[in-house]
Structure formats: C-alpha cells, structure tokens
T-cell receptor, first 117, second 115 residues
Framework: AQTVTQSQPEMSVQEAETVTLSCTYD???????LFWYKQPPSRQMILVIR??????QNATENRFSVNFQKAAKSFSLKISDSQLGDAAMYFC??????????????FGQGTILTVHP | SQTIHQWPATLVQPVGSPLSLECTVE??????LYWYRQAAGRGLQLLFY??????ISSEVPQNLSASRPQDRQFILSSKKLLLSDSGFYLC??????????????FGEGSRLTVL
C-alpha cells in the first residue's frame, strides 16, 4: 500500500518567521500529483499548493512554496512570513495520475501548525 | 461557481442506530465523489468513491455503505453503528476526465459520535 508520512505531529512558528513542514511518500509510479491541504479549526479543508511529479520546478503560491525531491520521495512545504491565519492542520497528500485514480488521494497523518504572535 | 455541502454537521448516535450523511455538489456535472473519514490524530482514509450514478467503489471493508442516487448527491449510510464508526466524515468531489488535476474539493465535514 502506498504511504504518505508526516513525521512532525506539531510545529510552531513565530509570526513573520518561516517554517517548513516535512512529508515523505512511497510510490512506484513515475507520474503522480502531490498536494498540501490546510484544515483550519472548524473550517473546510482547502488546497494550499500542488506539485506535478513530472515538473522539476518547485511549485510556489505566494508565501507558500515546496521543496520537491523526486528521487528522495520528499515533498516539504515552506511557509514564509507566517501569519496568524496560517494556524491549521496541514496534510500532505498524493494521487496517482490517470484513469479512475484521479481524486483517490493518500493522506499523511497531518501536522498541527501553531503561529505565535 | 461550484459548491459542496454536507449535513448534518454534528451527529450523536447510540450504538446500533442507523446513519445517513448526505452530500450534494452544485455548479458542476458528472463529478467524481468521495467519502473520507478522519479519525482523531490520524490522516484521512478514503472510504468510498463514485464515478457515476449507482457506481460505488469501496476502499476498505467496514460497517458503512454509500449510494449515489443522483449525479451530484452522495450518501453515506449504516444500518447499525459501531463505536468505531465515530469520527469526522468528509465528502469531496473532483473533476472527472483528462482535465482532472487530482485536486479534491471538500465539504464542511460531519462529526459523528457513537455512544
């Protein structure tokens, strides 16, 4: 079975500082998608950033960027200039590309991020 | 724009009672639909997915079932709840076909407590 591992159950960061959340995964596929989702307390889970495995360039969305190391099967999320609104549970997830595999994500256990003012 | 709603938001049920959680999607057609469960302190586990009306695939053996009576309606059910069914249930949808980027769009979630 495919696995996604987030080794940091909890992380904390000072407001305006930078924090990196770690994620590793297991796969035999060459083409797949990787995601970071954010789940704020009592709010809907939303997509933060997406990486396509065939693209070597790391994805970036404003203050959020990833460090995608395909050979190492590593996919970390860097949050720059952290804000109070970034406090949430963050999930790393992976989906195989193609056919009915679309949408069948495998999630990590999640990392709770606390942002201190 | 597309929206997804699921209800009820919170449910407390006794062991052995039935369950029905409902999810509807608006603003899109022919979506793939999913039910995930999030147990406390753990990640999300895919329970069921559907690529069309009446087409349900189960990912894990369990006490639950799913149905898709209409294109944009997805229902999670149980005839007799177990304590182990407690958790946070999330409905999600994705675009079907080659334009799919793998992204899931989630509902607000339903918190089920079985006593």
């Amino acid at each position: 079975a495919q696995t996604v591992t987030q080794s940091q159950p909890e992380m904390s960061v000072q407001e305006a500082e930078t924090v990196t959340l770690s994620c590793t995964y297991d796969t035999s596929e060459s083409d797949y998608y990787l995601f970071w989702y954010k789940q704020p307390p009592s709010r809907q889970m939303i997509l933060v950033i997406r990486q396509e495995a065939y693209k070597q360039q790391n994805a970036t969305e404003n203050r959020f960027s990833v460090n995608f190391q395909k050979a190492a099967k590593s996919f970390s999320l860097k949050i720059s200039d952290s804000q109070l609104g970034d406090a949430a549970m963050y999930f790393c997830a992976k989906a195989n590309a193609g056919g009915t595999s679309y949408g069948k994500l495998t999630f990590g256990q999640g990392t709770i991020l606390t942002v201190h003012p | 724009s597309q929206t997804i709603h699921q209800w009820p938001a919170t449910l407390v049920q006794p062991v052995g009672s039935p369950l029905s959680l409902e999810c509807t999607v608006e603003g899109t057609s022919n979506p793939n639909l999913y039910w995930y469960r999030q147990a406390a302190g753990r990640g999300l586990q895919l329970l069921f997915y559907s690529v069309g009306i009446g087409q349900i695939s189960s990912e894990v053996p369990q006490n639950l079932s799913a149905s898709r009576p209409q294109d944009r309606q997805f229902i999670l059910s149980s005839k007799k709840l177990l304590l182990s069914d407690s958790g946070f249930y999330l409905c999600a949808w994705s675009i079907r076909g080659v334009v799919n980027t793998g992204e899931l769009f989630f509902g607000e979630g339903s918190r089920l407590t079985v006593l």
